[in-house]
T-cell receptor, first 115, second 116 residues
Framework: QKEVEQDPGPLSVPEGAIVSLNCTYS??????FMWYRQYSRKGPELLMY????GNKEDGRFTAQVDKSSKYISLFIRDSQPSDSATYLC???????????????FGQGTILTVHP | GAVVSQHPSWVICKSGTSVKIECRSL??????MFWYRQFPKQSLMLMAT?????????EQGVEKDKFLINHASLTLSTLTVTSAHPEDSSFYIC????????????FGPGTRLTVL
């Protein structure tokens, strides 16, 4: 079983739709949670970073973490064609362990927003 | 701020040759750099973590003699793929961090390696 599971999609939505992207994880040591956006043939770009359960909002993006269920989500409101990309969830363990600072990525979900 | 560059952006080489990829932090000093590889439609897999002035720490299954990493300065890390073979063809991405904290990890644009 992979430490981080993410549905690869692809996911296709019309412009203006609300997009929901999800990841589940099995390692309870993960305490830092991130969402990255990656355009084709480019490096990942950090979108959201959270370390506590609950919601964090930034513009059209909302990150949600449920540590009890080991489940994280990214919501995109009023989606735009420019949001078309691969979205990767990533996680890291707490300080002090050998995995400190290392990111474990989900497989990535390919999103297409069509006009 | 916090820009990371990679050079070259793409490279094609013959089987058996060695290829060097550079990763530079342009506007900050990176004490830690990470090297990832990514196959088409797959996620990023961490290969190794390097700290300036010390040997890199490789992930399980990554051959350290094949993937040589040097982090000689606070702004430059290099990955050398030695005796490259077609199965080494991949997208290699580096990231740089001020300290070994994921919230300060900035990614480069990646290098596409094709081994013929």
């Amino acid at each position: 079983q992979k430490e981080v599971e993410q549905d690869p999609g692809p996911l296709s939505v019309p412009e203006g739709a609300i997009v929901s992207l999800n990841c589940t994880y099995s390692n309870s040591a993960f305490q830092y949670f991130m969402w990255y956006r990656q355009y084709s043939r480019k490096g990942p770009e950090l979108l959201m970073y959270t370390y506590s359960s609950g919601n964090k909002e930034d513009g059209r993006f909302t990150a949600q973490v449920d540590k009890s269920s080991k489940y994280i989500s990214l919501f995109i409101r009023d989606s735009q064609p420019s949001d078309s990309a691969t979205y990767l969830c990533a996680m890291s363990a707490t300080a002090g362990g050998t995995s400190y600072g290392k990111l474990t990525f989900g497989q990535g979900t390919i999103l297409t927003v069509h006009p | 701020g916090a820009v990371v560059s990679q050079h070259p952006s793409w490279v094609i080489c013959k089987s058996g040759t060695s290829v060097k990829i550079e990763c530079r932090s342009l506007d900050f000093q990176a004490t830690t750099m990470f090297w990832y590889r990514q196959f088409p439609k797959q996620s990023l897999m961490l290969m190794a973590t390097s700290n300036e002035g010390s040997k890199a720490t490789y992930e399980q299954g990554v051959e350290k003699d094949k993937f040589l990493i040097n982090h000689a300065s606070l702004t430059l890390s290099t990955l050398t793929v030695t005796s490259a073979h077609p199965e080494d063809s991949s997208f290699y991405i580096c990231s740089a961090s001020l300290v070994a904290r994921t919230d300060t990890q900035y990614f480069g644009p990646g290098t596409r390696l094709t081994v013929l």
